[in-house]
C-alpha cells in the first residue's frame, strides 16, 4: 500500500475557486514538501513544512502540516490556469532510512 | 530553472542494450539523488549519494547502478534494459539530506526502450 496518499487523484475547478488537497501519511514523518510538477517536466519546490502545526504561504498557496494527524494540506484560493498541473508531497518517513517518499499526485485543472 | 541539470533529455534504445543518463547538480549541493517516474508505480526513490559516497538506496535493480564523481556530477547506468524500464528519470540535489533542505529536481531524461 501507499506511504503516503493524496486525495483527491484529480480536480478540475473553474477559476476563481478555492481548493484543497490533502497529504496523509501511514506512518511518523519528519518532514512534509509540496512540489508541483508540469506534464513531463521537472518538480518545482513550492514549500517545506518541518514542525507540528506549521504553516507556510506563497502567493496564494498556503500549506499546512498537521504532525498529530499525520496529515498536510495544500490550500490554494482563487485558482488560476498557472495553477493548473500535478501536485506532488513527499516526506521523510519513520523507517525510510531518511529517503524522501513521494505520494502519486494530484493533477489539478483550471477552467478559465 | 531549478540549477540541475540532465541530459540527454530524450533516449530511444532497444531492449538488451545499455545507457548512461547524466546528472550535474546545484552549485554548492553535495547530495544526489536519483528517482524513476512512470505512469503506474508514480516517483520511486532510486539512489542518493552524498560527497561522492553512496548514502541511501531505494527500490534500484541490480541491472541499475550509479556513481557521483569528484566534481559532484552523477551518473546513472542502465543495463540489460527491458521494455517496462520505459520511464522519466529525475535527478535531484540538495545541500544536505531531505530532513532539513529541499530536494531541487532537473528536467529529467525520458527513456524509450522500444
Known amino acids: 500500500s501507499q506511504e503516503l496518499e493524496q486525495s483527491p487523484q484529480s480536480l478540475i475547478v473553474q477559476e476563481g475557486k478555492n481548493l484543497t488537497i490533502n497529504c496523509t501519511s501511514s506512518k511518523t514523518l519528519y518532514g512534509l514538501y509540496w512540489y508541483k510538477q508540469k506534464y513531463g517536466e521537472g518538480l518545482i519546490f513550492l514549500m517545506m513544512?518541518?514542525?507540528?502545526?506549521e504553516e507556510k504561504s506563497h502567493e496564494k498557496i498556503t500549506a499546512k502540516l498537521d504532525e498529530k494527524k499525520q496529515q498536510s494540506s495544500l490550500h490554494i484560493t482563487a485558482s488560476q490556469p498557472s495553477h493548473a498541473g500535478i501536485y506532488l508531497c513527499g516526506a521523510v518517513l519513520v523507517g525510510s532510512q531518511g529517503n524522501l517518499i513521494f505520494g502519486k499526485g494530484t493533477k489539478l485543472s483550471v477552467k478559465p | 530553472d531549478s540549477g540541475v541539470t540532465q541530459t540527454p533529455k530524450h533516449l530511444i534504445t532497444a531492449t538488451g542494450q545499455r545507457v548512461t543518463l547524466r546528472c550535474s547538480p546545484r552549485?554548492?549541493?553535495?547530495?544526489v539523488y536519483w528517482y524513476q517516474q512512470s505512469l503506474d508505480q508514480g516517483l520511486q526513490f532510486l539512489i542518493q549519494y552524498y560527497n561522492g559516497e553512496e548514502r541511501a538506496k531505494g527500490n534500484i535493480l541490480e541491472r541499475f547502478s550509479a556513481q557521483q564523481f569528484p566534481d559532484l556530477h552523477s551518473e546513472l547506468n542502465l543495463s540489460s534494459l527491458e521494455l517496462g524500464d520505459s520511464a522519466l528519470y529525475f535527478c535531484?540535489?540538495?545541500?544536505?539530506?531531505?530532513?532539513?533542505?529541499?530536494?531541487?529536481f532537473g528536467n529529467g531524461t525520458r527513456l524509450t526502450v522500444t
Open positions: 552549485s554548492g549541493d553535495l547530495s
Open positions: 513544512l518541518q514542525k507540528g502545526g
Open positions: 535531484a540535489s540538495s545541500v544536505s539530506g531531505p530532513n532539513n533542505s529541499p530536494l531541487h
